[in-house]
């Protein structure tokens, strides 16, 4: 009894300051041996990864959901983050020449093949975190974006509008959160209010109220369309948003990717590269576009035009993109290799 005894152990895991240990009992004594664990794959650890596979934990980002406002650790020193912008896929009212403002209509076919083709040129830049307006067409940009992300990771919308909202949305399994990406909806980011436009025919418009007026409410930076919003009131809405919740996540190092809309966008675009009033209101964005920023030293530079990116301007070279894209270049040829 005694010897059977003896050869009986109990395990379990025990947390001592910042290590684990694992902790045996056998015949009445006591042994703990530190317990080193693997890390998981972040993204800022991503481009170090030695392997990875759309099925594998090594591949995913984790979000980390709850700490998406703890951006502010000084320990940490961040080279370099990246932002991706898109407008959204083409909508079933750019379709129609309709103003479309804030009412919120869904994409066309075309605009859904803009959404997927989007998505498979940013396939491979890392992404943490992404951020759209309240209505449909960015949303589903995003999402059929993010479909075609090498990852393979599940984009899911963070409600936290109420308590209630956020208990009833979180996510308890680890391994689950660790192969999602959280999606931020923000009204802020929404397209420009056009009043009394919203639904109208802009030729038909521009033929009734005359084309100089229709052009100046259109393209003007202060100049409001009745009972609507100003290209300056969009401005201050948006990049109040983007200085306040979507740089310090940048700033953290966290890769961002925003799907919002044409004058959202060029709001936040004249606030990254400094226009003036003069220079905004002749900037075109096209639809489903992927422009890239590189964030390096509280500074954004430019690497894809807004007239319309190239391939190599979206995939722009810095040194750690560089890294990156080159390991992911690697394992590929080692998985063949296999």
């Known amino acids: 009894m005694v010897a059977a005894a003896c050869h009986q152990a109990i395990c379990f895991t025990a947390n001592e300051g910042a290590r684990d240990f694992l902790v045996t009992s056998s015949c009445g004594s006591l042994k703990m041996k530190p317990v080193f664990r693997k890390e998981r794959c972040s993204l800022r650890q991503y481009v170090n990864c030695a392997k990875y596979s759309s099925e594998s934990s090594l591949c995913a980002i984790k979000p980390i959901f709850s700490s998406l406002s703890s951006t502010n650790d000084s320990r940490r020193t961040v080279p370099e983050s990246y932002l991706i912008l898109i407008r959204h896929g083409e909508s079933m009212w750019n379709e129609k020449n309709l103003f479309t403002g804030c009412v919120d209509v869904p994409l066309t076919s075309k605009g859904v093949d803009e959404a997927i083709e989007a998505g498979k040129r940013i396939r491979h830049l890392p992404i943490d975190v992404v951020y759209i307006s309240a209505l449909i067409r960015s949303q589903m940009t995003a999402m059929l974006a993010l479909t075609e992300h090498h990852c393979k990771k599940v984009p899911i919308i963070v409600h936290d509008e109420t308590e209630q909202a956020k208990v009833w949305s979180q996510i308890y399994s680890e391994g689950t959160e660790m192969q999602s990406v959280p999606v931020i909806k923000a009204w802020q980011l929404n397209e420009r209010m056009y009043g009394e436009l919203q639904g109208f025919n802009k030729l ?30 969009c401005l201050r809405r948006a990049v109040t948003y983007f200085k306040e919740q979507i740089e310090p996540q940048l700033s953290s190092g966290k890769n961002v990717m925003v799907v919002a809309h044409a004058n959202s966008l060029r ?11 003069e220079e905004v209101i002749h900037l075109e964005l096209s639809t489903g576009v992927p422009m890239l920023y590189i964030y390096r030293e509280n500074q954004f530079i430019r690497r894809g035009s807004p007239l319309g990116s190239t391939e190599d301007g979206v995939y722009a070279y810095t040194e750690n993109l560089a890294l990156y894209k080159q390991n992911l270049l690697d394992e590929v040829l080692d998985e063949v290799s296999l």
């Open 267 to 277: 709001s936040i675009l004249m606030y990254l590269d400094k226009l003036t009033a």
């Open 204 to 233: 038909e418009t521009a033929e009734r109220c005359g084309k100089e007026q229709v052009y100046k409410w259109r393209r003007s930076y202060d100049a409001r369309p009745p009972n609507g919003e100003s290209l300056e009131m």
